[in-house]
């Protein structure tokens, strides 16, 4: 069966038309109102990337499915992104503002991923979680809930973040707002959940099928339905005292004597990156998801030609 972590490609184009947005004032509490540099995780289509560039945030992207980052390339040409996991991200130490992550925070592997964000982030920065959960209190609501489906998963970070050591205490509001569907987005929602697209093809069609049926009972037709959401919102500032080491800055080694072991010829491996993302330079061996691509090696260094 496919890792639902990295099933979305799949559906990319029904994700980006069928997911629901993220609220401009939630976003805004969460990072205020001064341009920041912004990096951001597991930014799938552009969603929460697009609401971040309207408020003036600088945004570098990563995301680790190559068809999402496809179809955000398309959406936003002058959006820096490349391809890049939470757990290994593609970028220098100090460099961010905030580490910001819409949706996907669940998928990461803590143990990995925080010390990660906290390498990358400034000092006084700021670990920034987003989560959009239907309201299930109204029935109709939560009748199509069960339809879709909802895997079961916690969406809260804080006791993760707590345990961590490497963050502040972190704090949450909540914003409500609705996401306007019609017959053919709630479609693309059903067919975009995770627990769906790692279903048989017989099965999504099934299920795209079943909950389209219940939109037709429910009488809007092509005027379309409101569903009801909350914006959950997360942040933690980054604590100085716990943030790792930094790696020991390389030197050139000389040589008394020529070595024993002649440096690996010919060019580095190939990257598939589309002419809108930042050119990556693979440094002993290491390629766009992290895996040695070739012997030795653990260094990926990212070039931003700004």
Request: glycine share 8%.
């Amino acid at each position: 069966m496919t890792d639902p972590a990295l099933s979305f490609g799949t559906a990319a184009a029904a994700y980006d038309r069928g997911r629901p947005p993220y609220p401009r004032e939630a976003v805004a509490w969460a990072l205020g109102t001064t341009p920041l540099r912004v990096l951001e995780l597991g930014a799938g289509t552009g969603k929460l990337t697009e609401v971040l560039l309207d408020l003036g945030h600088d945004v570098f992207a990563t995301e680790p499915d190559e068809k999402m980052l496809d179809v955000l390339s398309t959406k936003l040409p002058d959006l820096r992104a490349t391809v890049g996991t939470a757990e290994q991200i593609p970028a220098g130490d100090q460099q961010y503002d905030v580490v910001v992550a819409g949706q996907a925070f669940h998928w990461f592997d803590p143990i990995a991923a925080l010390p990660e964000i906290s390498r990358v982030l400034a000092p006084g920065g700021r670990l920034v979680l987003l989560w959009n959960e239907r309201d299930d209190r109204i029935p109709w609501v939560r009748r199509l809930g069960k339809l879709i489906g909802r895997p079961e998963r916690d969406v809260d970070p804080t006791g993760v973040i707590d345990d961590s050591a490497m963050f502040s205490a972190v704090e949450e509001q909540q914003f409500r707002f609705w996401q306007v569907v019609n017959r053919e987005t709630i479609q693309d929602l059903v067919l975009s959940r995770s627990n769906v697209t790692v279903l048989p093809e017989e099965d999504r069609e099934a299920k795209r099928v079943e909950v389209l049926a219940f939109y037709d009972d429910y009488g809007r037709g092509m005027d379309g339905m409101q569903l009801p959401y909350t914006c959950r919102v997360f942040r933690s500032a980054v604590l100085e005292h716990a943030r790792p080491a930094p790696a020991p800055a390389t030197s050139p080694i000389l040589f008394s004597e020529p070595p024993t072991t002649a440096p690996p010829s010919g060019p580095p491996p190939s990257m598939t990156d589309t002419a809108h993302r930042l050119p990556r330079v693979v440094v002993n061996g290491v390629g766009a998801h992290g895996r040695g691509e070739n012997d030795g090696g653990d260094d990926l260094i990212l070039i931003d030609f700004r």
